[in-house]
């Protein structure tokens, strides 16, 4: 079975500053993909960052970054230049990749969460 | 972009009425639906599973016939929580799986309470 791990239940960072949050996954596919959600004080789960395991460049989006390593199983979330609407909770997330478009019971595993405060 | 709307957005309820909380893909086909539970500062649980047209698959320990999954368009899935209890109270969301892309949307959740 699919696991997602966030070592770090919390996590604080200085306006500005810049923060790594943590993730680890197990899996024996090979094809998959992987994400990172935002979810504000509002509860909305909003997508940040998604990855494609078979591309090995990492994915970008603004100031958010990932570290992918594949043969490690680590999905790490880089936010640079950190702001004040960046204090979320953050989840990461895992799903196999489907094998076609045309929709798919492939079900999202998430991790526990890491919750990030930015100081001002 | 893509969005996902429910409804109603808060709930309240006495015990052992029923409630169905609505979950529309706005601008995209979903073939595809999930419901989640959350509850406070915790992740996101998956209960079921739903396919347009076809019964929900429900994740171990969820209750099918406490909760009633109906995915009755491209676009339209319920949840109805019957016989509603105290316990019951939570914070619920459901996602849907664009048929164009698989990429997965999130609604804004509803947060029902059971008196």
């Known amino acids: 079975a699919q696991t997602v791990t966030q070592s770090q239940p919390e996590m604080s960072v200085q306006e500005a500053e810049t923060v790594t949050l943590s993730c680890t996954y197990d899996?024996?596919?090979?094809?998959?993909?992987l994400f990172w959600y935002k979810q504000p004080p509002s509860r909305q789960m909003i997508l940040v960052i998604r990855?494609?395991?078979?591309?090995?460049q990492n994915a970008t989006e603004n100031r958010f970054s990932v570290n992918f390593q594949k043969a490690a199983k680590s999905f790490s979330l880089k936010i640079s230049d950190s702001q004040l609407g960046d204090a979320a909770m953050y989840f990461c997330?895992?799903?196999?990749?489907?094998?076609?478009?045309?929709?798919?019971?492939?079900?999202?595993?998430f991790g526990k969460g890491t919750l990030l405060t930015v100081n001002p | 972009g893509a969005v996902v709307s429910q409804h109603p957005s808060r709930v309240i309820c006495k015990s052992g009425t029923s409630v169905k909380i609505e979950c529309r893909s706005l601008?995209?086909?979903?073939?595809?639906m999930f419901w989640y539970r959350q509850f406070p500062k915790q992740s996101l649980m998956l209960m079921a599973t739903?396919?347009?047209?076809?019964?929900?698959?429900?994740e171990q320990g969820v209750e099918k016939d406490k909760f009633l999954i109906n995915h009755a368009s491209l676009t339209l899935s319920t949840l109805t929580v019957t016989s509603a209890h105290p316990e019951d109270s939570s914070f619920y969301i459901c996602?849907?799986?664009?048929?164009?892309?698989?990429?997965?949307?999130f609604g804004p959740g509803t947060r029902l309470t059971v008196l």
């Open positions: 997330a895992y799903t196999k990749r489907a094998p076609n478009s045309g929709g798919s019971n492939y079900k999202l595993t």
């Open positions: 990855q494609e395991a078979y591309k090995q």
């Open positions: 739903s396919n347009e047209g076809s019964k929900a698959t429900y």
């Open positions: 996602s849907a799986r664009a048929r164009r892309d698989n990429k997965q949307f």
């Open positions: 601008d995209f086909q979903a073939t595809t």
């Open positions: 899996t024996s596919e090979s094809d998959y993909y």
